[in-house]
């Protein structure tokens, strides 16, 4: 019943920017917290970000200072922000809603390359 759409992902340069979306239905999206998790090749899926129903924010140390969570709650949406993208950052993104039940969506790509 809960479902969770991302998108944004694409190619971009080292020190590139890109802003991710995840649209989220199926719940009272404002009633919980959200995240952004990421899975790079041969890795184990790893929290990025997450943000609380009052907009306290928690992020991995190796994004801090580069990627910013946001949500707006008037759009069941969460956003990642990622600014000075590294090589490192390319996996796919997938989001997460603290709902129970909540299963993972299809993720969206990005991929740091020259």
């Known amino acids: 019943q809960v479902q969770l759409v991302e998108s944004g992902g694409g190619l971009v340069q080292p020190g590139g920017s890109l802003r991710l979306s995840c649209a989220a239905s199926?719940?009272?999206?404002?009633?919980?917290?959200m995240g952004w998790y990421r899975q790079a090749p041969g890795k184990q899926r790893e929290s990025v970000a997450s943000?609380?129903?009052?907009?306290?924010?928690n992020y991995v140390d190796s994004v801090k200072g580069r990627f910013t969570i946001s949500r707006d709650n008037a759009k069941n949406t969460v956003y990642l922000q990622m600014n000075s993208l590294k090589p490192e950052d390319t996996a796919v993104y997938y989001c997460?809603?603290?709902?129970?039940?909540?299963?993972w969506g299809q993720g969206t790509q990005v991929t740091v390359s020259s």
């Open positions: 997460k809603s603290y709902v129970s039940g909540s299963s």
């Open positions: 943000i609380t129903t009052s907009g306290r924010t």
């Open positions: 199926g719940y009272i999206f404002s009633d919980y917290a």
